[in-house]
């Protein structure tokens, strides 16, 4: 059986004066173990209990040799090497550990192992003179100080920086803010005013208007309309027009930030109105508010009073298309009923003039009352013919010329009736011509009530036409202001200083997580 042989172990090499500097065993183990090396045992617990393994220790005590330390573990490599600021586990010192192996420089005082592998340093018994475990107390206590003094250093070096980051972004621009808002902005007065748009009861039907006609929600859209409106371009075109919008804001003694340039566009001057002209609408209550606002007061309420104006027009040209329709529809509807009637009426006429009786009702009538008279009279010769025959000798004359006027009663009876239902000389029959005349005279009579009634409706939409249906209610007039309303210099200067905050603290937070990530 063979037996392995073992590792030869080779100790560093001191000088004389080394030598001479090392603690006897009397000062090893006489001494009461001071404050320093009690918090060093301390550090070391602290550094086995972070569990590094054999690997990175080893690095730390090759990192602590490369920098002329002379550590008796590898836990107290790391903890020398922390104390000098050195990270022992940073990758580029790594590499320079590995770099220097391959280029086959060797750390003095290791040598060889006879197997052929490098032979590691050991924990030795003693350390060096210089080595900071054992060092005196006043040194380490320099030392300690000297971190303090780097620390707090690097402390005030990064207040001084937070605070001139916190001027540069933050107090600068706010001063700035400040600074125009109190002397170099020009002064803005707002004039305020409301109005809304009310809805009149219909005289042809008030009952079922007045239902949501005393509520906002009747006017709903037409204020969103209005509104809409002078929000617009073209109102603000037909302000310019006849007010001079764009020259007012033009004028020199305006601040560069709210004056119009020279010959600028629509474009910029309906941004600027849509700044100074400030429009809005509650829906709760169905008012319309709006606030114009204009470097002089007179003018500011002059532009007001002429956008109210500008909103009568748009109401009265809401309704106008409805009021026209309403007309234009009974207009037709009369003129419909009035040509039926002239057809009913000619249609009688004609019938009129081919029975040739103006009223056949009563002609009809007549007819019928003289054949009632004769049926009467030939009852009365016939109750006279009974009575003469009565008698034993009955006078033959009488009783001929009675009986002669009974046959020319029946005769004539019978002609009327004849006259009645015979046939005129056009080829109609009577009867048939009397009933299409009524029927026809029953027509124009409908067609007559029907142009009453569309003209009593075509009467009732010219007066609703006429009448204004919507009209603008002035609640509120516009008075010019007696003191500048903006630049509310104050509360815009605040504003200004918590919106720069904020920015600054997005960026930074920003700026943070993305260094951190980077860094990870």
């Known amino acids: 059986m063979t037996m392995k042989p073992k590792a030869k172990k080779y100790r560093i090499r001191r000088s004389s004066a080394e030598e001479s500097a090392l603690p006897t065993t009397d000062q090893v183990f006489g001494d009461v173990s001071s404050t320093d090396e009690v918090e060093a045992d301390a550090r070391i617990d602290a550094i086995r209990q972070e569990g590094l393994t054999a690997r990175q220790l080893r690095m730390a005590r090759r990192v602590a040799q490369k920098n002329g330390l002379y550590p008796t573990s590898d836990l107290e490599a790391v903890v020398m090497l922390r104390e000098q600021g050195i990270d022992p586990f940073k990758r580029s010192r790594a590499l320079e550990l590995v770099k220097s192996q391959n280029s086959g420089a060797r750390p003095k005082g290791d040598e060889i192992d006879p197997s052929g592998d490098f032979q590691l340093p050991q924990t030795v018994p003693a350390a060096p003179r210089n080595s900071p475990a054992l060092a005196p107390a006043a040194e380490r206590a320099r030392e300690i100080q000297q971190i303090q ?88 075109l037909r302000l310019n027009e006849t007010q001079g919008f764009k020259t007012h804001f033009s004028d020199p003694s305006l601040d560069m930030l709210q004056r119009l340039p020279e010959g600028s566009t629509n474009e910029k001057a309906y941004k600027l109105y849509m700044r100074y002209v400030k429009i809005g609408y509650d829906p709760t209550e169905g008012i319309v508010k709006m606030e114009v606002s204009a470097a002089d007061p007179e003018t500011s309420a002059r532009y007001a009073r002429e956008l109210i104006g500008f909103a009568e027009e748009r109401v009265d040209q809401i309704t106008q298309r409805i009021r026209e329709d309403t007309m234009k529809g009974a207009r037709e509807s009369y003129e419909d009923a009035e040509r039926k009637r002239e057809e009913a009426l000619v249609r009688v006429t ?9 009223d056949p009702t009563a002609a009809s009538g007549e007819l019928q009352a003289r054949v009632t008279s004769l049926e009467t009279l030939l009852l009365e010769k016939e109750l006279e013919l009974a009575s003469l025959l009565d008698n034993r000798r009955p006078n033959q004359a009488r009783v001929d010329a009675t009986q002669g006027e009974i046959r020319r009663i029946e005769e004539k009876i019978t002609e009327v009736r004849a006259l009645m239902t015979s046939t005129s000389g056009t080829g109609g029959n009577q009867a048939r011509k009397n009933a299409e005349l009524r029927a026809a005279e029953e027509d124009y009579q409908t067609r007559t009530a029907l142009l009453q009634q569309s003209l009593q409706q075509l009467e009732l939409a010219r007066i609703e036409a006429e009448r204004q249906v919507r009209y603008l209610s002035v609640s509120v007039s516009p008075i010019p202001p007696d003191e500048p309303t903006y630049p509310r210099a104050f509360e815009n200067t605040i504003l200004a200083f918590l919106i720069f905050t904020g920015i600054y603290l997005m960026i930074s937070l920003t700026a943070s997580i993305l260094r951190e990530q980077v860094s990870s």
């Open 350 to 358: 004609q019938l009129q003039e081919e029975l040739g009786v103006l």
């Open 149 to 236: 003094r780097d620390i707090a250093s690097r402390r005030r070096r990064k207040m001084a920086m937070l605070c001139l980051r916190l001027f540069s972004f933050v107090m600068l621009p706010t001063v700035l803010a400040g600074y125009y808002y109190f002397a170099v902005a020009t002064p803005m007065y707002g004039t305020k005013s409301e109005f809304r748009i009310e809805k009149a009861d219909s005289p042809v039907n008030p009952g079922s208007a007045s239902l949501l006609g005393s509520t906002p929600m009747a006017t709903v859209q037409d204020s969103v309309s209005v509104q809409g409106y002078l929000q617009s371009r073209e109102a603000m």
